[in-house]
């Protein structure tokens, strides 16, 4: 099976970066995925890393660490509307033959003014 | 117009009813899934679909069946409906290839109360 954990709530303040961490456990692993999901909403895809290292868009930025199981999404210059629940997912098998998506349980982030 | 779309937005039903709900997408994926989401929890996969003739039971199948009755259609069916079914449901499509491309988009989701 798959286990993914990472922190329930985290708060940060207006302009300020922020690192939300992710540590997974998932054999065949195929990928880990962020996902931001305003409260009511459907999760919107924010990045996927399947290699080692740094992949940037925009404010957003996320780390895979293959080998240590760990991930982060950094979020920089934070803006009010960045305050929403942000879910890790990873791409393994989990039951049966084909690969799934596993999400943790979500850290919910609440930026300050 | 939205890639994925879900219907009921909203629905009450009672114990022991069956109820269907729908999720359709323009986007030509051939994978599609069904999952809920509880207050506090992740998303739970209650079954996937790879194609059209392809149906497969997720982590919590128990209580719920589907339909994939094309490429762009699949339903979810509670057959009995019970009130630890109150959720928040959501559809996702994927594409089949490699690399990422398997990012899965979400539909707008249904709320389900069952009293």
């Known amino acids: 099976g798959q286990n993914i954990d990472q922190p329930t709530e985290m708060t940060a303040t207006e302009g300020a970066i922020v690192q939300i961490n992710c540590t997974y456990q998932?054999?065949?692993?195929?990928?880990l995925f962020w996902y931001q999901q305003h409260a009511g909403e459907a999760p919107t895809f924010l990045s996927y890393n399947v290699l080692d290292g740094l992949e940037e868009k925009g404010r957003f930025s996320s780390f895979l660490s293959r080998s240590k199981g760990y991930s982060y999404l950094l979020l920089k210059e934070l803006q009010m509307k960045d305050s929403a629940s942000y879910l890790c997912a990873v791409s393994g098998f989990s039951s049966g033959s084909a690969r799934q998506l596993t999400f943790g349980s979500g850290t919910q982030l609440t930026v300050l003014p | 117009d939205a890639d994925v779309t879900q219907t009921p937005r909203n629905r009450i039903t009672k114990t022991g009813k069956r109820i269907m709900l729908e999720c359709s997408q323009t986007?030509?994926?051939?994978?599609m899934y069904w999952y809920r989401q509880d207050p506090g929890l992740g998303l739970q996969l209650i079954y996937y679909s790879f194609d059209v003739k392809d149906i497969n039971k997720g982590e919590i199948s128990d209580g719920y069946s589907v339909s994939r009755q094309a490429q762009a259609k699949f339903s979810l069916s509670l057959e009995s409906a019970i009130p630890n079914q109150t959720a928040l449901y959501f559809c996702?499509?994927?594409?089949?290839?490699?690399?990422?491309?398997?990012?899965?988009?979400f539909g707008p989701g249904t709320r389900l109360l069952v009293l």
């Open positions: 996702a499509t994927s594409d089949s290839g490699g690399g990422g491309s398997e990012t899965q988009y």
């Open positions: 998932t054999s065949g692993f195929n990928g």
């Open positions: 986007k030509g994926h051939d994978r």
